[in-house]
């Protein structure tokens, strides 16, 4: 099926492991606008979840999603779907693969930068993802001019750029000598206040104001403190995962022959179920050496 359906950046890589190395960018392109050209290569900017958690089951198998049918729970096929926009409730219009591939973005390897605007204008409500656009090739001079003016002058460059048939919109902005794009969510993807209920303003007593100006004053930093952006509950979660390991505490293990079975059928190494299997291993090894340790002692 045609990859360019939806309109998000939640398909765009998104970063790996601490310590993952960045050797190659995912894609690579122009800036280009009036004759201007700058080639970069795009990074993500940040990395997934490390503490994202797998539905297995109590032998330690990981699930799978499948589809079911809701009236009848009858399972499909791949070969069964087909996708379809819904115009009412349980009225669909279909529309199939070569229609969507018509409606396809022309391929090109360009950022197109449509308009500057300044950076404050642009609402923190449609940032989506943020990549880092790095130079390529040996001549860099275009891209720390264009860093720099936009940098100076605090400007951001709304653009688009076309990858894996799919158009994604983004701004590019530039911080200390780097630039720096950042997906958008499209205007009708955001809600307004009016929408959700929210009331209008109303006239705060001067008591109230100067109160609440006191608080704020009060718990003002002159610049923001990384520590208060750590996620909290993660690193709980991750010790208390460690130390389960350690112990070898509530471990399941995949049974050997269920490996090698989801090993042949896997077109591409994941390096994080290797790295589980490398734990498993690990903890397989030291119970090991502790029976036979145990029957020694017994002998």
């Given at each position: 099926?045609?990859?360019?359906?939806?309109?998000?950046?939640?398909?765009?890589?998104?970063?790996?492991?601490?310590?993952?190395?960045?050797?190659?960018?995912?894609?690579?392109?122009?800036?280009?606008?009036?004759l201007v050209n700058v080639?970069?290569?795009?990074?993500?900017?940040?990395?997934?979840?490390?503490?994202?958690?797998?539905?297995?089951?109590?032998?330690?198998t990981p699930l799978h999603?499948?589809?079911?049918?809701?009236?009848?729970?009858?399972?499909?096929?791949?070969?069964?779907?087909?996708?379809?926009?819904?115009?009412?409730?349980?009225?669909?219009?279909?529309?199939?693969?070569?229609?969507?591939?018509?409606?396809?973005?022309?391929?090109?390897?360009?950022?197109?930068?449509?308009?500057?605007?300044?950076?404050?204008?642009?609402?923190?409500?449609?940032?989506?993802?943020?990549?880092?656009?790095?130079?390529?090739?040996?001549?860099?001079?275009?891209?720390?001019?264009?860093?720099?003016?936009?940098?100076?002058?605090?400007?951001?460059?709304?653009?688009?750029?076309?990858?894996?048939?799919?158009?994604?919109?983004?701004?590019?902005?530039?911080?200390?000598?780097?630039?720096?794009?950042?997906?958008?969510?499209?205007?009708?993807?955001?809600?307004?206040?009016?929408?959700?209920?929210?009331?209008?303003?109303?006239?705060?007593?001067?008591?109230?104001?100067?109160?609440?100006?006191?608080?704020?004053?009060?718990?003002?930093?002159?610049?923001?403190?990384?520590?208060?952006?750590?996620?909290?509950?993660?690193?709980?979660?991750?010790?208390?995962?460690?130390?389960?390991?350690?112990?070898?505490?509530?471990?399941?293990?995949?049974?050997?022959?269920?490996?090698?079975?989801?090993?042949?059928?896997?077109?591409?190494?994941?390096?994080?179920?290797?790295?589980?299997?490398?734990?498993?291993?690990?903890?397989?090894?030291?119970?090991?050496?502790?029976?036979?340790?145990?029957?020694?002692?017994?002998?």
């Amino acid at each position: 099926m045609p990859e360019h359906i939806g309109r998000t950046a939640s398909d765009l890589p998104d970063g790996g492991d601490e310590g993952e190395s960045y050797g190659r960018p995912f894609w690579t392109g122009t800036v280009s606008f009036g004759l201007v050209n700058v080639p970069v290569g795009l990074f993500p900017a940040s990395r997934s979840n490390p503490t994202a958690l797998r539905m297995v089951s109590q032998g330690g198998t990981p699930l799978h999603r499948r589809f079911y049918t809701a009236r009848d729970d009858r399972e499909l096929s791949r070969d069964d779907i087909v996708r379809g926009y819904e115009v009412e409730k349980d009225r669909f219009v279909v529309l199939d693969d070569d229609e969507l591939e018509r409606l396809a973005p022309e391929k090109t390897g360009d950022v197109d930068l449509r308009v500057f605007v300044k950076r404050s204008e642009i609402d923190p409500m449609y940032f989506e993802r943020g990549y880092y656009l790095v130079p390529v090739g040996a001549n860099t001079k275009a891209y720390r001019l264009l860093a720099r003016v936009m940098e100076d002058m605090e400007l951001a460059g709304i653009a688009t750029f076309v990858m894996r048939g799919k158009e994604y919109l983004v701004a590019i902005m530039a911080e200390n000598g780097i630039l720096r794009a950042e997906t958008l969510r499209f205007a009708d993807e955001l809600r307004t206040p009016e929408r959700i209920g929210l009331p209008k303003p109303a006239r705060v007593p001067d008591a109230d104001l100067k109160r609440v100006e006191r608080e704020i004053a009060r718990l003002t930093e002159s610049e923001l403190d990384e520590n208060e952006l750590v996620d909290h509950p993660a690193v709980k979660l991750l010790d208390l995962v460690e130390k389960k390991l350690k112990k070898d505490k509530d471990v399941l293990e995949l049974p050997e022959e269920q490996e090698e079975e989801e090993a042949t059928g896997a077109d591409v190494i994941d390096l994080r179920k290797a790295l589980e299997r490398s734990l498993r291993k690990g903890a397989a090894a030291k119970r090991s050496t502790r029976r036979k340790r145990s029957t020694a002692k017994r002998g």
